[in-house]
C-alpha cells in the first residue's frame, strides 16, 4: 500500500466552528477511522488523525495531519 499523508488547515474560524473540528478528532481518539475526500482529490478514502492543534484565542484555527487507513471496517 501506497499510505497517504495529508496536511489540513483551517483559518479565520468562528469558535463553534472550531470546537465542531476539534470535538471531530478527540470523539475518534487518534485511531477511529473516518471517510473524508480532500478538495482536488477524486475519491473519498478513510483516514486517521493522530494530531491536531488549535490556537488559544481568536482568530481560530485548527491544524490536522490526516494518516490513510487501511482497516477493513467501516
Same mark, same amino acid.
Given at each position: 500500500?501506497?499510505?497517504?499523508?495529508?496536511s489540513?488547515?483551517?483559518?479565520?474560524?468562528?469558535?463553534?466552528?472550531?470546537?465542531?473540528?476539534?470535538?471531530? &478528532?478527540?470523539? #475518534?481518539?487518534?485511531? =477511529? +477511522? &473516518?471517510?473524508? #475526500?480532500?478538495?482536488? =482529490? +477524486?475519491?473519498?478514502?478513510?483516514?486517521?488523525? =493522530?494530531?491536531?492543534?488549535?490556537?488559544?484565542?481568536?482568530p481560530?484555527?485548527?491544524?490536522?495531519?490526516?494518516?490513510?487507513?487501511?482497516?477493513?471496517?467501516?
Open positions: 500500500h501506497i499510505q497517504r499523508t495529508v489540513l488547515k483551517w483559518d479565520g474560524l468562528l469558535y463553534d466552528d472550531m470546537r465542531s473540528i476539534v470535538d471531530f &478528532f478527540e470523539a #475518534r481518539g487518534g485511531f =477511529e +477511522p &473516518f471517510k473524508y #475526500r480532500p478538495y482536488g =482529490e +477524486p475519491v473519498t478514502r478513510k483516514w486517521t488523525c =493522530e494530531q491536531w492543534s488549535y490556537s488559544a484565542e481568536a481560530w484555527q485548527v491544524s490536522a495531519e490526516l494518516i490513510q487507513n487501511f482497516t477493513l471496517e467501516n
